[in-house]
């Protein structure tokens, strides 16, 4: 009962939802002339016609699949399995058990389908964040049309109670936005003029009008979507196990059924006939179908249990690594901290002006993007002529140097003061220090501090509680690094990293880790892309409509949250859980019928009870993965 579901795409799911749609029908008139068959008043000749066109009719799409397959080289599958079944029941001339079982198969098939139906569309529901349309104004009118139409420029109108359909920017009006379906967060966000306007957020009250700055296929809402769609195609260990696994154990049943067949009555001098039966009811039996449905089923649920809450897995294989963290790697500035800089402290040598201090840095630090600089460009206040700043050569992990009305600045760390001979004194101030030179005389330094997030210890606190170690990784100064450890209790810290020394000490934790577990880092999505591809699960900490997070990791967290790590690393184990429960029920359900079956206590009629009952159980029991409670 699993054989549509080793097909990918929607061409394959649709043909099967149309199968499913006619299943109840085929069955029914199946049934009917499976019954009619019985009637004693028929001859013996028409009863087996009757019989062999019930059969055909249940199980047609069976034996054709199963020829089909054969065709391609690929003979041990389930229809195979059904199909020598059945068609042994009926040369031995026990009809009417052949065609039972085809029509309960059907029936199992059916019902099975659902499930995995209900399954996929309870994930829909939950990740419903699909527009339907957008409202666009033209000649006074409100004009519905369809967000791939829409442009970017074009202006959209959002009214309460509307999903936002693009990405874009509130131009006019105000409005409280429900972002509960990306973010797992319930508290509405208020939206004004200039904000960021996210779509699949849901506008509860006002009217808010966006101007579009990404199409449909790159808005927020389509990638989250597609990222969802595709989550099932990276293969777990344990669905690669199962896949290796039933490559093995078909032919090897087919082996024992013919072996049950023949070496009994050859031994003992019984009928052929009976142990034939067993031989045919023990194929039955041995359809792996609770296995090859469940697991994928089960990494399929927890996925989207996760992403009801804010958290985006890119695939099953990395829940799996989820599942078994050693350690999660912190990045520091934007992750565990606001990346909100404000400059605390200006600390100019004799002869030197706060003023000039601030203004050399603030020039020098013009052209970067960086968080800080941009809080020195706030603290300065004033505009900066351009043209007086020249040369400007940023250097990775060390600073910048500019040429700033003819004077040669250095503005950055204590590495950027040593590589150019700079005398200076090291500041043990709190927060991250810039050291700022004029044509090689240190001018003093300036402090900026970054604010920890509310959430942050409570997140390590939560990974402590399930035994998992904690490391923060920064560029930032040993003082501030040390003491934002301290605050959040972090069992290990290593500051005044550069990009590349940070890949070089997560190798480090990596060969460090203990055996068949994970390190996850965590970071911004952007700066640390190759620390991010290194680990074995990367998580970005996304951020409303971060396009470079959701590319660049392998897991993001929506809502910035880093609480959300704890919480997918409890959902990956319980989903993990979940899937380890479905393997040890279905293996031990089946190992028990197939001895049952060989020594002539279970018919073929009870050896599909079984398999349907096994299957349907461990569908039942992968949808609990859907249900998580999210933080609040």
Not at 57 to 71: M, R, W
Not at 190 to 216: P, R, Y
Not at 589 to 594: D, E, H, I, S, T
């Amino acid at each position: 009962m699993c054989e549509q579901h080793h097909h990918t795409g929607h061409e394959e799911e649709h043909e099967h939802s149309c199968k499913n749609t006619l299943r109840p029908a085929k069955i029914a008139f199946a049934a009917v002339v499976f019954v009619l068959a019985f009637l004693p008043v028929l001859p013996e000749l028409l009863r087996i016609v009757m019989f062999l066109t019930a059969y055909l009719i249940a199980g047609g799409d069976v034996l054709l699949t199963a020829l089909k397959n054969i065709l391609k080289g690929d003979f041990f599958d389930e229809n195979f399995l059904m199909g020598v079944a059945t068609l042994g029941a009926f040369a031995i001339k026990e009809y009417p058990e052949a065609v039972m079982v085809m029509i309960l198969y059907q029936i199992g098939e059916y019902f099975q389908h659902r499930a995995v139906e209900k399954s996929r569309r309870s994930v829909t529901e939950l990740m419903d964040i699909r527009p339907d349309y957008a409202n666009i104004e033209e000649n006074g009118r409100l004009i519905k049309k369809s967000p791939e139409d829409v442009k970017i420029g074009d202006v959209i109108i959002v009214s309460a109670g509307e999903k936002i359909p693009l990405d874009g920017v509130v131009i006019e009006g105000a409005a409280s936005i429900d972002t509960s379906a990306l973010t797992g967060e319930s508290i509405p966000r208020k939206m004004t003029t200039g904000d960021d306007a996210v779509s699949g957020c849901i506008n509860t009250n006002g009217l808010i009008k966006v101007q579009v700055t990404k199409e449909f296929g790159n808005s927020t809402v389509s990638k989250i979507l597609e990222l969802v769609e595709n989550a099932g195609s990276k293969k777990t260990k344990t669905e690669n196990f199962i896949t290796r696994f039933a490559r093995y154990y078909t032919p090897a049943v087919v082996g024992a059924a013919v072996l049950l067949a023949v070496l009994p009555p050859i031994l003992t001098g019984g009928e052929f006939s009976v142990w034939i039966e067993r031989a045919l009811t023990f194929l039955v039996i041995s359809c792996p179908c609770a296995l090859v449905i469940s697991v994928p089923l089960g990494f399929f649920a927890g996925i989207g249990g996760a992403s009801r809450c804010g958290i985006l897995v890119k695939g099953s294989c990395y829940l799996e690594s989820l599942a078994k963290p050693d350690t999660v790697v912190f990045d520091k500035t934007g992750t565990l901290t606001k990346g909100v800089f404000n400059v605390t402290s200006v600390n100019p040598v004799d002869g030197v002006t706060p003023d000039d201090l601030l203004k050399y840095t603030a020039m020098a630090e013009n052209y970067s993007s960086h968080p800080i600089a941009q809080s020195l460009r706030k603290a300065y206040g004033k505009t900066i002529d351009t043209e007086k700043v020249k040369e400007v050569v940023e250097m990775a992990g060390f600073g910048v140097r500019a040429n700033v009305e003819g004077n040669e600045i250095l503005a950055g760390n204590t590495k950027l003061m040593e590589k150019y001979s700079i005398p200076y004194k090291k500041a043990e101030d709190f927060g991250t220090v810039v050291y700022a030179a004029k044509n090689g005389q240190y001018l003093g330094y300036i402090v900026i501090s970054d604010v920890i997030k509310e959430d942050s210890q409570k997140a390590i606190k939560a990974l402590k509680k399930l035994s998992v170690k904690t490391v923060m990784l920064t560029g930032d100064n040993r003082s501030a690094a040390e003491k934002t450890a301290e605050i959040l209790g972090l069992d290990e810290f290593h500051a005044q990293l550069m990009p590349e020394d940070k890949v070089e000490k997560l190798e480090e934790i990596i060969e460090k880790k203990r055996k068949n577990k994970s390190v996850i880092f965590v970071g911004d999505g952007i700066n640390d892309a190759p620390v991010l591809t290194r680990a074995d699960v990367g998580i970005a900490m996304g951020g409303l409509g971060s396009d470079a997070a959701i590319e660049a990791s392998d897991a993001v967290i929506m809502d910035d949250s880093p609480s959300k790590i704890a919480l997918a690393v409890f959902v990956a184990r319980k989903t993990m859980n979940i899937v380890k429960q479905n393997i040890a029920f279905a293996l031990l359900v089946k190992a028990l019928f197939l001895i049952l079956g060989a020594v002539g206590f279970v018919s073929m009629w009870g050896a599909v009870f079984a398999d349907v009952g096994v299957t349907l159980l461990a569908v039942i029991n992968s949808l609990r993965a859907l249900r998580v409670k999210c933080l609040s």
